[in-house]
């Protein structure tokens, strides 16, 4: 099973608050904000520490919320938008609960939302690479850009020292102008060239 996302579940009482006042709602969103005050205090640890605190913190806040989500499903229409919330968060209890159980699991998936970002809101300027092989050379960059990132690159530095040495680098050796072999060795490094 895969680890449901807490910021989906937010992103739909918060789309409700909107429309006037609403107390469940409200109240849903405070409590979920309490989870989200017990991540931030712990964001950055590691695993173990996260582990380690999210039984004795997370864990009552969370199960409070569920126990409270399923009351309060009974109190207002299943077709109105507070129900389909309840439903949508009730539904995915057990995934939204694995960030309980694993320290190295993170309570939403904003980070990588944030990281490819770019990509969706260019999405309309991919259909136009121009052909199938510009497309695939486009995706190709994307990914030296992305990989080079992860390996705590500057990109634009890195591509254009890459692009500087491939005239004449042995084509035998091009693995050697891959980023995770520049980030072994140190190359482009808080903007080292060399």
Excluded at 98 to 104: A, I, K, R, S, V
Excluded at 169 to 194: C, M, Q, S, Y
């Amino acid at each position: 099973m895969d680890a449901a996302c807490w910021a989906h579940v937010r992103r739909k009482f918060c789309d409700l608050t909107g429309r006037g006042t609403a107390p469940i709602t409200e109240q849903t969103l405070e409590r979920i904000g309490a989870l989200y005050d017990i991540e931030k205090a712990i964001r950055g640890s590691p695993p173990e520490r996260r582990l380690e605190i999210r039984p004795s913190e997370s864990k009552p806040v969370f199960e409070d919320l569920h126990r409270w989500l399923k009351a309060r499903l009974g109190e207002v229409s299943g077709k109105s938008g507070t129900g389909e919330a309840i439903r949508y968060a009730l539904n995915r209890c057990l995934a939204l609960g694995l960030f309980l159980e694993d320290g190295t699991i993170e309570i939403d998936n904003n980070a990588a939302e944030r990281s490819i970002r770019p990509i969706a809101l260019g999405r309309k300027n991919w259909l136009f690479a121009g052909s199938d092989k510009g497309g695939e050379r486009a995706a190709g960059i994307l990914s030296l850009i992305e990989t080079a990132k992860l390996n705590g690159l500057d990109p634009e530095a890195y591509l254009r020292d890459v692009l500087t040495r491939i005239a004449v680098h042995p084509v035998n050796r091009i693995d050697e102008l891959l980023p995770w072999t520049f980030a072994v060795k140190g190359n482009l490094n808080k903007g080292n060239l060399n």
